[in-house]
């Protein structure tokens, strides 16, 4: 057997599952979590058993000793795995990282160098990393950038449109996330399609907490709706997206809030929950279909951005074949696929009522057959595509 451990780390918690690579299935699964707090919590799921534990969790190191107590509890053994590496999601990987790599001491000086870029992200990752290398110093450990689908941006998308020394020198340029979900998903479409990857011009939209659109024009990521961080785009659950950057000077000024309170507002008060009191869409769709004005408009707003997107999108890409919904809101949510793309028969976009409708966790087909645009949803996996990619660098 050839198994992977992708570890998925934030900055009180982390999220793991173990992978068979032969047949791609998941051994064990588990999330470690409140790490820090009063108590914290342990869950890990192997086969169909499910344990549960509180308990304080002082830093991730403990967190790990408690993830390698479960499989010794509850399995499966991690030697009669075949444990061969372990992969680690890190947020962002700037200029300098743009393919899976084996960490190594510079690794982390660069990860941990980057983490001015990505704050509340890369700090965490790094955290993850090498608490998991105490943890499993036998294994090589990989990391796996969520920027790096995006290497291929040409200039005239990646770049802003400010004094270009200045950016430079601060790094300041579009990158680009979600790049692990957009990358599996564009080639999960075009497989379940049975059609070339090469010759296919995508639209993927990633709707879960966290949102983004890219366009992937044979199977590279040419635009895409995050920028230099994952703050820039869609609508989500807590951050704004897209909002004129001198609505930051007008509310200094006027409001009197500092840069932590304007950044704090932006990345956690603002998107759907900002707009509603919401932050989960199940919630959003509930409330506004019970009349609530809110939430409808928090609905609204986040259905134009999409719109906004698509439409930008089929113009830089020449026209689309494929759009793509996928993550928690985009696999789950018939009322938001609908609301995004109705009206859209102009550029050749029908969505099927009864297929849009119908539930399931496969991909699917959600237009009709006349349609020019092929609408998808296909859910996406990013575990797999990191212990794919993590399993390729070590030679597997
Ligand atoms: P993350 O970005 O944290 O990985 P997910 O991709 O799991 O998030 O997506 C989480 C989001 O998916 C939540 O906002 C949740 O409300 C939403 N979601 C899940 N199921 C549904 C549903 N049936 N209808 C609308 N939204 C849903």
Request: with cysteine; proline share 4%; net charge negative.
């Given at each position: 057997?050839?198994?992977?451990?992708?570890?998925?780390?934030?900055?009180?918690?982390?999220?793991?599952?173990?992978?068979?690579?032969?047949?791609?299935?998941?051994?064990?699964?588990?999330?470690?979590?409140?790490?820090?707090?009063?108590?914290?919590?342990?869950?890990?799921?192997?086969?169909?058993?499910?344990?549960?534990?509180?308990?304080?969790?002082?830093?991730?190191?403990?967190?790990?000793?408690?993830?390698?107590?479960?499989?010794?509890?509850?399995?499966?053994?991690?030697?009669?795995?075949?444990?061969?590496?372990?992969?680690?999601?890190?947020?962002?990987?700037?200029?300098?990282?743009?393919?899976?790599?084996?960490?190594?001491?510079?690794?982390?000086?660069?990860?941990?160098?980057?983490?001015?870029?990505?704050?509340?992200?890369?700090?965490?990752?790094?955290?993850?990393?090498?608490?998991?290398?105490?943890?499993?110093?036998?294994?090589?450990?990989?990391?796996?950038?969520?920027?790096?689908?995006?290497?291929?941006?040409?200039?005239?998308?990646?770049?802003?449109?400010?004094?270009?020394?200045?950016?430079?020198?601060?790094?300041?340029?579009?990158?680009?996330?979600?790049?692990?979900?957009?990358?599996?998903?564009?080639?999960?479409?075009?497989?379940?399609?049975?059609?070339?990857?090469?010759?296919?011009?995508?639209?993927?939209?990633?709707?879960?907490?966290?949102?983004?659109?890219?366009?992937?024009?044979?199977?590279?990521?040419?635009?895409?709706?995050?920028?230099?961080?994952?703050?820039?785009?869609?609508?989500?659950?807590?951050?704004?997206?897209?909002?004129?950057?001198?609505?930051?000077?007008?509310?200094?000024?006027?409001?009197?809030?500092?840069?932590?309170?304007?950044?704090?507002?932006?990345?956690?008060?603002?998107?759907?929950?900002?707009?509603?009191?919401?932050?989960?869409?199940?919630?959003?769709?509930?409330?506004?279909?019970?009349?609530?004005?809110?939430?409808?408009?928090?609905?609204?707003?986040?259905?134009?951005?999409?719109?906004?997107?698509?439409?930008?999108?089929?113009?830089?890409?020449?026209?689309?074949?494929?759009?793509?919904?996928?993550?928690?809101?985009?696999?789950?949510?018939?009322?938001?696929?609908?609301g995004a793309l109705a009206?859209?028969?102009?550029?050749?976009?029908?969505?099927?009522?009864?297929?849009?409708?119908?539930s399931s966790h496969e991909?699917?087909?959600?237009?009709?057959?006349?349609?020019?645009?092929?609408?998808?949803?296909?859910?996406?996996?990013?575990?797999?595509?990191?212990?794919?990619?993590?399993?390729?660098?070590?030679?597997?």
């Open positions: 057997m050839t198994a992977i451990l992708v570890v998925n780390s934030g900055s009180s918690s982390f999220k793991y599952q173990l992978i068979d690579m032969e047949t791609e299935g998941v051994l064990a699964s588990g999330l470690v979590e409140r790490i820090g707090e009063a108590s914290g919590h342990a869950r890990h799921t192997a086969g169909t058993g499910e344990s549960a534990r509180d308990l304080p969790i002082p830093d991730h190191t403990a967190g790990f000793d408690v993830m390698l107590e479960a499989f010794a509890e509850h399995g499966p053994s991690l030697q009669d795995a075949g444990l061969v590496a372990v992969g680690h999601r890190v947020v962002h990987g700037g200029k300098r990282f743009f393919e899976p790599t084996v960490v190594t001491e510079l690794v982390k000086i660069n990860i941990q160098d980057l983490a001015e870029l990505a704050p509340l992200h890369n700090p965490a990752n790094l955290q993850g990393i090498v608490a998991a290398e105490k943890a499993f110093p036998e294994v090589p450990h990989v990391a796996v950038f969520d920027t790096a689908f995006h290497r291929t941006l040409p200039p005239a998308a990646y770049s802003y449109a400010i004094d270009a020394a200045l950016a430079e020198q601060y790094r300041v340029r579009r990158y680009g996330f979600h790049g692990t979900s957009h990358k599996f998903v564009s080639e999960a479409a075009a497989a379940f399609l049975g059609r070339p990857l090469g010759e296919l011009r995508q639209i993927v939209l990633h709707l879960g907490n966290g949102a983004s659109a890219c366009a992937v024009d044979g199977g590279a990521s040419v635009e895409t709706s995050m920028g230099m961080t994952p703050l820039q785009g869609l609508v989500m659950g807590t951050r704004s997206g897209d909002v004129d950057p001198a609505v930051l000077f007008h509310l200094h000024r006027k409001a009197g809030l500092g840069f932590e309170q304007l950044d704090t507002l932006l990345n956690r008060g603002s998107g759907l929950l900002g707009l509603s009191g919401r932050g989960d869409m199940r919630d959003v769709v509930e409330a506004a279909a019970s009349g609530d004005e809110a939430a409808q408009l928090a609905l609204d707003v986040y259905l134009h951005r999409i719109k906004d997107y698509v439409g930008s999108y089929h113009a830089q890409l020449g026209g689309a074949d494929v759009i793509v919904f996928t993550a928690g809101v985009g696999e789950n949510s018939a009322v938001v696929r609908a009206g859209l028969e102009a550029l050749g976009i029908e969505i099927d009522p009864a297929r849009n409708e119908a991909a699917r087909v959600i237009s009709t057959d006349a349609s020019r645009v092929t609408v998808l949803v296909v859910p996406t996996n990013e575990e797999l595509e990191i212990a794919r990619q993590a399993l390729a660098v070590v030679g597997g």
